[in-house]
């Protein structure tokens, strides 16, 4: 099983960046792929789920409008568009696999993070001017 993530970097505040997490031998039924972001010092928080079965997604209260996760079943690849970019949107932003449920429960933060099986290494997004 493998999660890549690509895409972070460096943008202005305003403006948009698209992260892509390649994903590979996952068999969860129903499988959900989420992203979640983590600064220094503060406990790593979910951002979005999608559903990759039915394509049901799932935001954080911090970015709904903002952000959109989707999904790509042919090619295997979860993107999070990220528009209008927040200074507080800096941090290392990680893929991760699991059933569904358990990633939408770690959103809502009703569960730790750390029952999440699978991550990726994570793509940092610093937003400044």
């Known amino acids: 099983v493998q999660l890549v993530e690509s895409g972070g970097g460096w943008v202005q505040p305003g403006r948009s960046l698209t992260l892509s997490c390649a994903t590979s031998?996952?068999?969860?039924?129903?499988?959900?792929i989420g992203w979640f972001r983590q600064t220094p010092g503060k406990e790593r928080e979910g951002v979005a789920v999608i559903n990759v079965k039915d394509d049901n997604t799932y935001y954080a209260d911090s970015v709904p409008g903002r952000f959109t996760i989707s999904s790509n079943r042919a090619n295997r690849i979860v993107t999070l568009q990220m528009n209008g970019l927040k200074p507080e949107d800096t941090g290392d932003y990680y893929c991760?696999?699991?059933?569904?449920?358990?990633?939408?429960?770690?959103?809502?933060?009703?569960?730790?993070?750390?029952?999440?099986?699978?991550w990726g290494r994570g793509t940092a997004v610093i937003v400044s001017s």
């Open positions: 991760a696999a699991d059933r569904v449920d358990l990633l939408i429960a770690v959103l809502r933060k009703a569960v730790p993070h750390r029952h999440v099986a699978h």
């Open positions: 031998g996952f068999t969860y039924d129903p499988l959900g």
